[in-house]
């Protein structure tokens, strides 16, 4: 497994350059998985990408470099103790910085005789492609995919001639990837929208869930999904639930603070029983926190948010699949218990892209409104039933009103002070989580059937906790297990329960300073655990400090 | 149940309230209309005046306060074939939706915004509203409001709105008349409708609007905006009622790329081609 690096200023083409070099390595086979490390400016400042790309699948970063390619002299400065022993440190030759790892090509002084400045970064990724023994055959057609038509020609000469530069230095190695696609979590997680059939999108601009909404954008025409930037986040939440009321399948998305300002309206989809899909891609809070940075400290927030009791559905998204795939079953869950569903993204997984499978649109299946009212007398849109799910009809597409009303309300959706309709209501609302609660998805087990410790997690921090597992196999086989959590509220208990049974200690390892998952596994199972690996500095633990923090911070 | 009928259920207002006569006047309306009943989507937020879609035969989605133009616009949204109204106080529409209020302005969504206002805040007993005028003294503004009234038809023209039009509860046959060219205006339309509240205000009281109010006759030209300006900026011992400014504008529907084509988004087709061939080009 190779790891390297892009560092340089906002603005200095990191994205572009990082973007092209992961598409080429992931044609010759490759998986690769990329993590985005940026500032809160448009300019200026220290931003970098880290490309990890080897032969088996990979879900975490690493901060062991086997190269950089350094846009300025800061990055130099930065990252060269990251470097292995025969790691490269690739730049211009008018960097001023000095390392016996340098390689310092002419790349400004090419890209003005080739014609334009702006191909210098074509000319560090064609060395960087020699570097490691890669062959030129996806020049041509992935650089068609990333610059216009007027500059592809110079580009391919600055590639080649970048390729040309340098010498190979690093064994290339067969990878079965070339097949798979790339791309990041939120990407992932648009397709799982178009899939699900999403109608509607509305929300307010904030850092790091733009991302989805600019993606919905681009494809708002061709899916017949309308993508409406609201006013305020309220106005984004009551929209969605007003369309999805009217009949079009509706999501909302935001971060921490614009969720802050949706948690009424999240009672009112639980009240009125309208589906909605909420997404909240997580950053360090409290208010603005760190806007482009990562954690994992909204789950306290989001299971118990809005006024008063009702049913809700909470998923973590663990990895690139489960943003596809877990947010069309969201979308499905919404529907069949209308209810909200809320989905838990993050900065890291939302920006990092990875090489997966293709995903099997004919496994998508996501239930519809009752087309007619049937039985007999009136249709009642919050009728009593076995399992608290009332049929519910779509406004105007039937010969019957269809109602909603956030004061409690009866059986016809009309305003109540009943004692026995209120009470009447409020089970039938609650009710739904029983159903429910047969269908959720126990978290996922790594590592073998014989273990000492058991670490817990949730979320994103499922790459790093899986690649910690192997690392601490390695070196004492048969200690050490995890169990990841994806749906996480209502809290599947039954394999925790059954697993922790056979472990010394459980360790819950999150990205947020209280232990929030540690907390609600304590509250839903009393199951304590023994010690904590936290973090909360806005950036993503990775496998290998999750192996060290275990061996230095816990004792076995 | 006829058709045509929007047969009423028995209302909690007071005796005497303002809002009886704009019920009966909606209803008038909607069957002057023809609208059928089951195509009509009655939307408010919360406060005496949105207790109204509990009182008529309709579709109706009684959601939070302040934020019924938000559900409202994104049910038109969804199907271009519902009758949307917002039906709604002035505290909901002005005071805690006031973002919305401009914004839907702006956005200029078929739909239509029945605002009853009685310059009083009436379901939680007689605090100032956004339009209380200065000095009124209530529990809370115990020496009197200090704040200045807010003027709905002024900033609503202000704000790019393509049918303003203030109305008075007091005068029914003149209010069913602007009702329907709100209902039937291809766009945002805005009834400010004037109402007094027997229980909590007595200076805007039934005898002084009527004192005050008179019809903008028919020399009148709505389309001209600076005279309906002017027509907005009155407001005191003489009160204008009738439509104070008309400009027809493109709606959200005929500029939205999506909705363009005119076929209800709620009819749409799940498109898994597009997704099958964005994973292809993702390879």
């Avoid at chain 1, 200095?12 to 080429?24: D, P, R, V």
């Avoid at chain 2, 973002?99 to 379901?123: A, K």
């Avoid at chain 2, 023209?157 to 003149?174: D, E, L, T, Y």
Wanted: proline share 4%.
């Amino acid at each position: 497994m190779y790891n390297i690096l892009i560092g340089g200023a906002a603005g200095q083409g990191i994205e572009t350059t990082a973007a092209i070099l992961e598409k080429l390595l992931k044609k010759s086979g490759y998986h690769v998985f990329t993590v985005r490390d940026f500032m809160s400016r448009v300019r200026g400042g220290h931003n970098f990408t880290l490309i990890r790309f080897g032969t088996e699948n990979i879900q975490s970063h690493s901060y062991k470099l086997d190269g950089m390619i350094a846009l300025n002299n800061e990055t130099v400065e930065i990252h060269k103790d990251q470097l292995q022993d025969n790691g490269f440190i690739l730049c211009d030759s008018k960097l001023t910085a000095t390392d016996p790892k340098m390689i310092k090509i002419d790349m400004e002084a090419m890209a003005q005789v080739i014609g334009n400045p702006r191909v210098a970064g074509s000319i560090a990724v064609g060395a960087v492609l020699r570097l490691f023994g890669e062959s030129t055959d996806y020049f041509e057609e992935v650089l068609r995919t990333f610059v216009k038509e007027s500059v592809f020609d110079i580009n391919v000469t600055a590639m080649q001639k970048g390729y040309n530069a340098v010498e190979p230095r690093f064994l290339r190695q067969e990878g079965d990837a070339a097949d798979s696609m790339i791309l990041s979590g939120s990407k992932a997680m648009s397709l799982g929208t178009i899939a699900a059939g999403l109608r509607f999108y509305s929300a307010y601009p904030m850092s790091p869930s733009t991302t989805l909404m600019e993606l919905l954008a681009e494809q708002g025409e061709a899916a017949g999904i309308v993508v409406e930037q609201a006013e305020d986040e309220i106005a984004a939440i009551n929209m969605a639930i007003g369309a999805s009321f009217a009949g079009a399948r509706a999501m909302t998305g935001t971060s921490g603070g614009g969720f802050s300002l949706m948690v009424e309206a999240l009672g009112l989809s639980g009240m009125a029983e309208i589906p909605l899909v909420v997404v909240d891609v997580q950053r360090p809070g409290p208010v603005t926190g760190l806007p482009t940075r990562t954690e994992q400290s909204d789950l306290a927030f989001v299971i118990s948010a809005s006024q008063g009791e009702f049913p809700r559905m909470v998923i973590a998204i663990r990895h690139h699949e489960d943003a596809f795939y877990q947010t069309v079953r969201a979308f499905d869950l919404a529907e069949r218990y209308q209810i909200p569903v809320i989905l838990l993204s993050d900065q890291y997984l939302g920006d990092a892209s990875a090489t997966v499978r293709p995903f099997d649109v004919s496994r998508i299946s996501v239930a519809e409104p009752a087309a007619a009212h049937e039985g007999e007398g009136i249709y009642l849109r919050y009728k009593y039933t076995a399992d608290g799910v009332s049929p519910r009809l779509i406004p105007g597409k039937s010969s019957n009103f269809v109602s909603a009303d956030s004061d409690e309300h009866d059986e016809n959706g009309k305003i109540t002070e009943s004692a026995d309709v209120r009470v009447h209501m409020m089970d039938k609302r609650m009710k739904k989580l029983e159903k429910l609660s047969m269908e959720l998805q126990e978290p996922e087990f790594i590592g073998p059937q014989r273990y000492e410790t058991l670490l817990l997690g949730w979320g994103s921090t499922y790459g790093p906790i899986a690649e910690a597992i192997k690392i601490l196999n390695e070196k004492m086989p048969g200690k050490y297990a995890a169990l990841i959590f994806g749906d996480i509220f209502p809290l599947p208990t039954k394999l925790l329960i059954a697993k922790a049974a056979s472990a010394a200690r459980l360790i819950n390892v999150e990205q947020n300073a209280t232990g929030q998952l540690a907390g609600l596994i304590r509250e839903k199972t009393c199951l304590f655990c023994t010690s904590s690996i936290l973090k909360y500095d806005g950036r993503q633990i990775s496998g290998e400090e999750i192996a060290d923090r275990l061996m230095k911070e816990v004792r076995t | 149940m006829s058709k045509t009928s929007f047969t009423t259920y028995e209302p909690a207002w007071c005796p005497g309230c303002g809002n009886f006569g704009i019920l009966e006047c909606l209803k008038t309306a909607l069957e002057e209309l023809g609208r059928d009943p089951y195509e009509v989507l009655m939307v408010a937020g919360i406060g005496q005046a949105a207790k109204t879609p509990q009182y008529i035969s309709a579709n109706s989605f009684c959601g939070l306060h302040g934020r019924g133009l938000p559900a409202a616009v994104a049910a038109k949204i969804a199907n271009v074939n519902l009758t949307v109204i917002a039906e709604t106080g002035e505290g909901d529409s002005y005071g805690e939706g006031g973002n919305h209020f401009i914004h839907n302005i702006r956005r200029n969504v078929d739909i239509t915004h029945f605002v009853h206002d009685n310059q009083i805040y009436g379901l939680t007993k007689g605090q100032a509203s956004p339009t209380s005028i200065e000095g009124l003294v209530t529990p809370v503004q115990t020496t009197g409001n200090i704040n200045t009234p807010f003027n709905p038809p002024l900033m609503a023209i202000a704000s790019g709105a393509g049918f303003v039009a203030r109305g008075f509860s007091g005068n029914k046959a003149h209010l069913i008349s602007i009702m329907k060219q709100a209902i039937e205006f291809n766009g945002y339309a805005l009834v400010d409708i004037l109402q007094p509240c027997v229980s909590f205000n007595k200076i805007n009281t039934y005898a002084y609007y009527s004192k005050r109010v008179y019809e903008i006759d028919s020399t009148y030209d709505p389309a001209n905006k600076l005279a309906a300006f002017e027509k907005a900026l009155e407001f005191g011992d003489r009160i204008p009622i009738g439509v104070i400014y008309r400009e027809p504008k493109p709606t959200f529907h005929e500029k939205n790329t999506v909705l363009k084509s005119g076929e209800p988004l709620l009819d749409r087709k799940t498109n898994l081609d597009l997704v099958a061939k964005i994973c292809d080009e993702l390879k």
